[in-house]
């Protein structure tokens, strides 16, 4: 029986070492063929996750999504963007801000329908809202040095547009 | 080859189940719960925006569009504001408690089983801390077990060391794939974000070399980290360059919890003898102020 466990227990070691080295690579060869397997794993346990700290680039540049929202009509009655310039005395707001903004900007589908549907609660009173999203640049090194601009001015703001997100009544009340 | 096989399974056994790693595995729980208490102590003065019903995570919503595939969060049963804020202030408490020193296997599962319950509840406003302070509570968690095959202590030692090297090395390889990290110029786009940056860094850019030079030796620390850190003669230098990139991010970026959280894991690197010794230099600099304030 004490084998029996001694097996168990280095199967668990073996299990885990292959999910702590796996996962982040999962594209890999070995990674496609384990993931099936691991996935619940790594899902419940929340073991996911590619450790690509500033890497391969340290972006992405400035970003922001904005919108613009619409009453009955369809016209634009006011406007907004997010993250917004307010400063905060924890660090931790304005970082999970920029998560949340980064978590959007990357998926045209979540940002009409987590974000916008985000919008319809906060504005109980309108029809829809036009999405956009921002991206700024990095300011270059010789510009910078040159004193041309600003290494804090994020420059022009790429506008693209990602839709329109109609309030729905469940989003509403 | 039996006697080989034999011998190498046996040396696989010593690493995982005779490293002792109570001191530093100890110091992690503690570390961790003061450094969690006030990261998650923060993150709680923003649950209205984050975690409410008419915050920006809507559990329905979420199931819909993200990877939600087992992945289970307490507050999908125990759902409301009531439910968030109880559940806050509980995380919060198991914490205090880790903060003390105070510690079996019910606080410990408690914790890991919060922390995972607000991860999943909304994992859009997650970044890297979060995600790294899973697996070492996991991993104080399995250090409770402990029966005549199973050391958890030694397991979860082992296995936090191996979790720190894994993190530095992917992060470092995953750097190489990077254009800005080969020409030098990595730090320069980090500090000259005006969203993440904490400070106007203009002035860095009068010195390219010093910013080509940053940039290339922290490139090479991570990917050699997970090899430079078991060398006995390497181990407090190597520590030592990572307590410096660290203390780097925490000051010039929007991430001090980041640069702290991973600072606090180095402590099983250290051995019991560094550990007291800093921990007395810490009691001696906590009794300065007093002995300052109360000298005639």
């Given amino acids: 029986m004490a084998i029996g466990r001694r097996v168990i227990l280095h199967l668990f070691i073996l299990f885990q070492l292959l999910v702590v080295l796996v996962t982040p690579n999962r594209d890999s060869f070995l990674g496609q063929k384990v993931t099936p397997f691991i996935d619940p794993y790594i899902n419940f346990f929340e073991f996911a996750s590619s450790w690509n700290f500033f890497a391969p680039d340290p972006g992405p540049p400035p970003l922001l999504i904005e919108w613009e929202q619409l009453d009955s009509s369809g016209i634009a009655v006011s406007e907004g963007h997010f993250p917004s310039e307010e400063t905060y005395f924890f660090n931790d707001i304005k970082t999970r801000r920029v998560a949340l903004t980064r978590f959007f900007v990357y998926s045209d589908q979540r940002h009409l329908e987590i974000w916008g549907a985000y919008l319809c609660r906060r504005h109980r009173d309108a029809n829809g809202f036009r999405l956009w999203k921002s991206v700024g640049s990095i300011a270059n090194l010789f510009d910078v040095q040159s004193g041309k601009r600003s290494a804090r001015d994020p420059g022009e703001f790429q506008k693209t547009a990602v839709g329109t997100h109609f309030c729905k009544r469940d989003s509403k009340t | ?296």
Wanted: with cysteine; hydrophobic share 55%; net charge positive.
């Fill in chain 2, 1 to 296: 080859m039996k006697s080989h096989l034999w011998q190498y399974f046996r040396a696989w056994e010593k690493f995982w189940m005779g490293a002792s790693g109570e001191t530093q595995v100890r110091a992690l729980r503690v570390l961790l719960g003061i450094h969690l208490l006030i990261a998650y102590g923060i993150r709680a003065m923003d649950w209205k925006f984050l975690y409410s019903r008419d915050g920006v995570a809507n559990w329905k919503n979420m199931r819909e569009i993200l990877p939600m595939s087992y992945r289970f969060s307490l507050f999908e049963w125990f759902s409301g504001d009531a439910a968030i804020l109880i559940g806050m202030g509980v995380f919060l408490g198991l914490l205090a408690l880790w903060c003390i020193g105070k510690r079996n296997v019910w606080i410990d599962l408690g914790v890991f089983v919060l922390h995972v319950s607000f991860l999943h509840h909304n994992l859009m406003v997650a970044y890297g801390m979060d995600l790294i302070v899973t697996f070492f509570i996991f991993y104080v968690l399995i250090s409770n077990f402990k029966t005549r095959e199973f050391n958890g202590l030694s397991i979860a030692y082992r296995f936090a060391q191996i979790q720190v090297c894994v993190i530095y090395a992917y992060s470092g390889w995953e750097k190489l794939k990077g254009v800005a990290w080969w020409r030098g110029e990595a730090l320069w786009t980090v500090l000259a974000n005006p969203q993440i940056a904490r400070f106007d860094f203009g002035w860095t850019s009068h010195l390219p070399m010093m910013i080509i030079f940053s940039t290339y030796v922290t490139v090479l620390w991570e990917i050699y980290f997970c090899v430079l850190v078991w060398v006995p003669k390497l181990r407090r230098l190597t520590l030592f360059i990572g307590m410096l990139v660290h203390v780097g991010i925490g000051v010039t970026l929007f991430i001090p919890h980041f640069a702290s959280l991973m600072l606090l894991t180095y402590v099983v690197f250290l051995t019991p003898a560094e550990l007291n010794f800093l921990q007395n230099k810490f009691k001696m600099l906590a009794r300065l102020p007093i002995r300052t304030l109360s000298k005639p």
